[in-house]
């Protein structure tokens, strides 16, 4: 009996429900916030891809000319003991330099001014030499040509 009283009550539940003609204003929120979002994944995805697509380019190739440098200047990796001759080599220029710098900051205390004067004189005349010759290399005073 209970089978015939669901049965007969279905098509009148189904005479009351009411489908929207029109979206509600939180559905067109939603889709305003997705559009959105998916237009600025996108365009972070084409500037990602701009950017990556010519980094690796040219990295493959500099990897492809390093592979062919390394195969005919016939060079080997490094081994452990490189490593430490290396090492040791390093640890004794720093040594020597520490002990230089010493040794100058204390023949910088007895220098005379005569001697700064000349060094600033000498160092004023190889900047300029730098930038004359710059200027004539570049043909133009001011600026490159176009």
């Known amino acids: 009996m209970s089978a015939r009283v669901f049965n007969k009550a279905a098509p009148v539940a189904r005479a009351y429900i009411r489908y929207a003609s029109t979206e509600s204003a939180a559905q067109k929120?939603?889709?305003?916030?997705?559009?959105?979002l998916t237009k600025t994944l996108c365009g972070l995805?084409?500037?990602?891809?701009?950017?990556?697509?010519?980094?690796?380019?040219?990295?493959?190739?500099?990897?492809?000319?390093f592979k062919q440098?390394?195969?005919?200047?016939?060079f080997s990796l490094p081994t452990k003991a490189d490593f430490a001759v290396v090492e040791?080599?390093?640890?004794k220029a720093l040594e020597f330099v520490k002990i230089q710098n010493?040794?100058?900051?204390?023949?910088?205390k007895d220098v005379s001014t005569e001697k700064w004067k000349s060094g600033a004189i000498k160092a004023?005349?190889?900047?300029?030499?730098?930038?004359?010759?710059?200027?004539?290399?570049?043909?133009?005073l001011i600026g490159y040509k176009d």
């Open 29 to 36: 929120a939603s889709t305003s916030t997705s559009q959105g």
């Open 45 to 65: 995805y084409k500037t990602a891809t701009g950017i990556l697509e010519p980094v690796l380019y040219y990295s493959e190739v500099a990897f492809h000319v």
């Open 69 to 74: 440098t390394f195969y005919r200047q016939s």
């Open 88 to 91: 040791t080599q390093l640890f």
């Open 102 to 108: 010493l040794k100058n900051v204390k023949s910088l």
């Open 124 to 140: 004023f005349e190889l900047s300029s030499l730098f930038v004359i010759g710059e200027a004539v290399g570049r043909g133009n």
